[in-house]
């Protein structure tokens, strides 16, 4: 099939801004033409009126039909791709009330994501892939899944941006290229618990064990680097990473639609089956990989150690109360 249709959520926000001209532009879904759904808020929908224009002034090579709205569920009809990017970020005033617990976010963001699970549930296409960018991703994943109730669709929450910052910083360290370093993999939470797996990469040919012999190193500048690099932007930008963000989404999106090279991996949470002990029925950050056919599985040939099982546990834990705190979102 030569065309793809994407829809966008969150579309007049900074991620999008970044993302979606690069969705058109012939090198995230190759040959294929693109259709385009973008989906605000009523408040907010009438600005995309001038995205679209400008996306139609840029004169994109694989741009097909765009439409703006706020009704999700026409937007879902037939849609191959979900992006949901949209959600009410923490410090926001929402119904008279400022948004700063995480369980508040969690019940609100939360709530966002039944509805739209159930329309991508009943009118997106059987094999949709629908990536959760809008935080808390993991959790709002699940609460997604969970209402669209389609065990045919594929629901992940992003964490390939945690994987490009681990993967920077281990470049920086080693002295290689970012493109010398496979099997990245982020374990857990797209939150300051995540684990990112510096000992099953693979540089230049040899494991990470044994390129990196110094744990002081690791606990003391890499995971926190990378576990609090999301906050490290908002203190210096006044505003989360938005153009990073948007490349991660495009390279989880390259990397479910093409087949992955023999022996890498690539970092999605997904549904836990109890792979590697993890506990069932979390939205957890794992290594996968797309199988020629088209695929996305869960690569289940990774060692961990007993450093990586502690750090990972935490993380687990972490979305057991995430999934503890929003109950109410799934038994509906
Ligand atoms: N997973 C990650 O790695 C990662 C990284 C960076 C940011 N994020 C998250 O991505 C989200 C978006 O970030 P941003 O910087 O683009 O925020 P933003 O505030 O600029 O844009 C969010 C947009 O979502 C819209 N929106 C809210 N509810 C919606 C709904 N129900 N349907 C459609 N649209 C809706 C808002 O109107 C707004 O325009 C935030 O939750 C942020 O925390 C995730």
Not at 165 to 172: E, F, P
Not at 239 to 253: G, Q, R
Request: glycine share 8%.
């Amino acid at each position: 099939m030569n065309r793809v249709k994407v829809v966008v959520t969150g579309a007049a926000g900074q991620i999008s801004y970044s993302l979606i001209p690069r969705l058109v532009d012939g090198h995230t879904f190759g040959d294929k033409i693109v259709d385009l759904e973008l989906v605000e808020i009523p408040q907010v929908v009438d600005k995309l009126e001038g995205l679209v224009m400008e996306l139609e002034d840029s004169n994109f090579p694989k741009m097909g039909n765009i439409n703006y709205t706020s009704n999700f569920e026409e937007a879902a009809k037939d849609a191959d791709w979900f992006l949901l990017v949209g959600s009410i970020p923490r410090g926001i005033v929402f119904n008279g009330k400022k948004i700063e617990e995480r369980a508040d976010l969690l019940q609100i963001n939360g709530g966002i994501f039944v509805g739209q699970g159930q329309a991508i549930g009943r009118f997106g296409k059987s094999d949709a892939k629908i990536l959760v960018v809008g935080n808390p991703a993991n959790t709002n994943a699940l609460i997604g899944r969970h209402a669209a109730s389609n065990d045919s669709q594929l629901w992940m929450a992003m964490t390939m941006l945690d994987s490009s910052r681990a993967r920077s910083v281990l470049s920086k360290k080693l002295h290689i290229g970012i493109s010398d370093i496979s099997k990245m993999i982020i374990w857990g939470n797209h939150s300051p618990t995540m684990y990112p797996d510096f000992e099953n990469i693979v540089a230049n040919g040899s494991p990470g064990k044994d390129l990196i012999d110094d744990m002081d190193w690791v606990n003391n500048k890499f995971l926190p680097v990378v576990q609090q690099r999301g906050k490290a932007v908002i203190d210096s930008r006044g505003a989360s990473s938005a153009t990073s963000a948007a490349k991660a989404a495009l390279d989880t999106v390259v990397a479910c639609e093409n087949p992955t090279a023999s022996g890498d991996c690539f970092s999605a949470a997904v549904i836990s089956d109890g792979s590697y002990d993890l506990p069932e029925g979390i939205i957890c950050g794992m290594p996968l990989m797309t199988t020629p056919e088209g695929k996305v599985e869960i690569v289940r040939d990774i060692v961990l150690s007993d450093f990586a099982k502690g750090k990972i546990k935490i993380s687990t834990d972490e979305l057991i109360d995430e999934r503890a705190a929003v109950e109410d979102l799934l038994s509906k």
